[in-house]
Nanobody, 124 residues
Framework: QVQLVESGGGLVQAGGSLRLSCAAS????????MGWFRQAAGKEREFVAG????????SYADSVKGRFTVSRDNAKNTVFLEMNSLKPEDTAVYYC?????????????????WGQGTQVTVSS
């Protein structure tokens, strides 16, 4: 069992930045690839970014490439999502997720454990 807790969400103006954190506990964090997803009101959950166990591989949705950066600190059992140049369309609840495999995946069904989510609201 892996417990995930997101933090760092909030209200920001368009063009601003936020840094989300996801703290993991329960098992060896470095055994898990991690993903960030988001879900806007009335929409399906979508992939945002992912990172492999030891950070060799990262992947991003086209909509956030060049603006968002995913990273992890295995010594601190934490994965981060640095979000810059935020747009109103980035408004959503952001979730981190873990899968017991080497690399991330862009499908929510490929992840076994999820956090409770943190709200990000970008005003225009």
């Amino acid at each position: 069992q892996v417990q995930l807790v997101e933090s760092g969400g909030g209200l920001v103006q368009a063009g601003g930045s936020l840094r989300l954190s996801c703290a993991a506990s329960g098992r060896t964090f470095s055994n898990y690839a991690m993903g960030w997803f988001r879900q806007a009101a009335g929409k399906e959950r979508e992939f945002v970014a992912g990172i492999s166990r030891s950070s060799e591989t990262t992947s991003y949705a086209d909509s956030v490439k060049g603006r968002f950066t995913v990273s992890r600190d295995n010594a601190k059992n934490t994965v981060f999502l640095e979000m810059n140049s935020l747009k109103p369309e980035d408004t959503a609840v952001y979730y981190c997720a873990a899968r017991f495999l080497l690399n991330p995946n862009n499908l929510p069904t490929e992840y076994n454990w999820w956090g409770q989510g943190t709200q990000v609201t970008v005003s225009s």
